[in-house]
């Protein structure tokens, strides 16, 4: 099992929390997905993690990564 953090600055509250959530636990090999809003922090767990899905999914869901 491998984890992932970003940075996400522009999350702020629960539907951001929601759409991030529900857009990277649609990603192939994510086990799991923490919000952190008040450390604008995203940490994605799971096997076999492809760093470009994860960033796309992330900007699907109308943030970016820092």
Do not use: W
Not at 4 to 26: F, R
């Amino acid at each position: 099992m491998s984890e992932i953090t970003y940075t996400v600055p522009g999350m702020s509250c629960g539907h951001c929390k929601q759409a991030l959530s529900s857009e990277l636990g649609d990603v192939a090999g994510v086990d799991s997905v923490e919000v952190d809003l008040d450390t604008k922090l995203v940490t994605v767990s799971g096997h076999e993690l492809d760093d470009a899905r994860l960033r796309a999914a992330i900007e699907e869901a109308g943030y970016e990564a820092a």
